[in-house]
């Protein structure tokens, strides 16, 4: 299995983000607020997510990796940068389920990590759910270290 890694490009957003739904499974806020309060605004979870990684590969696929194996796109990672203070973000960082465990993510968290070097970050940081804990462990074997723990609260208006 031979692994690319390579830029995003606009025509990529739709696929990248038809792979939301099973990429984030069981994995965002989006998804616990809707088993606790049920659809939002008459969509389902996923469809919100779908939407904003869509929108957000179509307006900067500079700041978006592509994971392929066998030319079919498998995973990606996205990342935002911030000059003034030389902090990268790793924001979403997503492998098909069936090619987890092989290396395809922490390849991706890699790439991201050279390019915020690359460009002058001096900083790297990101943020994973308490339930995540493939991505925890990436992450610390990436050389992060835990900073602060965040607590989320809802409640129905």
Same mark, same amino acid.
């Given at each position: 299995?031979?692994?690319? /890694? ?49 929108? *957000? ?29 030389? /902090? ?34 001096? /900083? ?8 995540? /804990?493939?991505?925890?462990?990436? *992450? ?18």
């Amino acid at each position: 299995m031979e692994i690319k /890694i390579r830029k995003a490009k606009k025509e990529d957003a739709e696929k990248i983000a038809d792979m939301t739904e099973k990429i984030w499974k069981g994995y965002t806020i989006a998804e616990l607020l809707e088993k606790r309060y049920g659809k939002i605004c008459g969509k389902n979870w996923w469809e919100y997510k779908k939407e904003e990684i869509e929108k *957000y590969c179509k307006n900067h696929p500079e700041y978006v990796f592509i994971a392929e194996v066998d030319g079919k796109i498998v995973g990606y990672a996205t990342y935002s940068l911030d000059y003034g203070r030389k /902090i990268g973000f790793v924001e979403n960082n997503g492998v098909l389920p069936e090619y987890r465990g092989k290396g395809i993510g922490s390849s991706l968290h890699k790439k991201v990590l050279e390019e915020m070097k690359k460009d002058g970050m001096e /900083i790297a940081i990101v943020s994973t759910l308490e339930i995540d /804990i493939p991505a925890q462990n990436m *992450y610390k074997k990436h050389g992060f270290k835990e900073l602060v723990k965040s607590i989320h609260y809802s409640q129905k208006l």
